[in-house]
């Protein structure tokens, strides 16, 4: 796989989420993914200042519906997926990603949230038509484990692309 994108809906840019999403991509492929952080690429404030994106991208949402392999991670929010990852992946129709592997990663501080959201998110990626057969459930607390982590996810993942 030569296409693979990395889509963070963390809305703070350079967040533990998107770096172990953009390793546990590389693992799976040999090829560097293209990251789109959507802290960067839409503009988001939580205070009363306006904001601008940062990283405009305006082929996001092409880079996304034509990727072969799609990797979705997000924290978890109240217990469930980012306000701005729903934003963004609201643009798409039912069925608008048909047919794109896809890997749904959440991380988020108990195990309660971060099985939640991943399952949140794998359903989100289902009805929008992504092959993705399973979730990636990661606390917060695990993240310090780093390549041990990866390495199980990644393995676990490459097993169900190749039974797929």
């Known amino acids: 796989m030569s296409n693979v994108v990395v889509l963070v809906g963390n809305p703070r840019p350079g967040s533990r989420t998107a770096a172990f999403a953009t390793a546990l991509a590389q693992r799976l492929v040999a090829t560097a993914p293209r990251v789109i952080e959507l802290?960067?690429?839409?503009?988001?404030?939580?205070?009363?200042?306006?904001?601008?994106?940062?990283?405009?991208?305006?082929?996001?949402?092409?880079?996304?519906?034509?990727?072969?392999?799609?990797?979705?991670?997000?924290?978890?929010?109240?217990?469930?997926?980012?306000?701005?990852?729903?934003?963004?992946?609201?643009?798409?129709p039912a069925g608008g990603l048909s047919g794109i592997r896809a890997v749904p990663v959440a991380v988020a501080g108990s195990p309660d949230h971060a099985g939640a959201t991943a399952a949140d998110l794998l359903r989100l990626l289902?009805?929008?038509?992504?092959?993705?057969?399973?979730?990636?459930?990661?606390?917060?607390?695990?993240?310090?484990?780093?390549?041990?982590?990866?390495?199980?996810?990644?393995?676990?993942?490459?097993?169900?692309?190749?039974?797929?």
């Open 39 to 92: 802290g960067e690429v839409i503009a988001v404030g939580l205070d009363a200042e306006p904001v601008r994106a940062t990283s405009p991208q305006p082929d996001a949402w092409d880079a996304v519906s034509t990727a072969e392999l799609l990797v979705v991670a997000t924290p978890s929010y109240k217990g469930t997926y980012t306000g701005l990852l729903k934003l963004f992946l609201d643009r798409y």
């Open 126 to 164: 289902r009805e929008l038509g992504a092959v993705a057969g399973s979730a990636v459930a990661v606390l917060e607390s695990q993240l310090a484990d780093g390549e041990a982590l990866l390495d199980r996810h990644a393995a676990r993942l490459a097993e169900e692309f190749t039974t797929a």
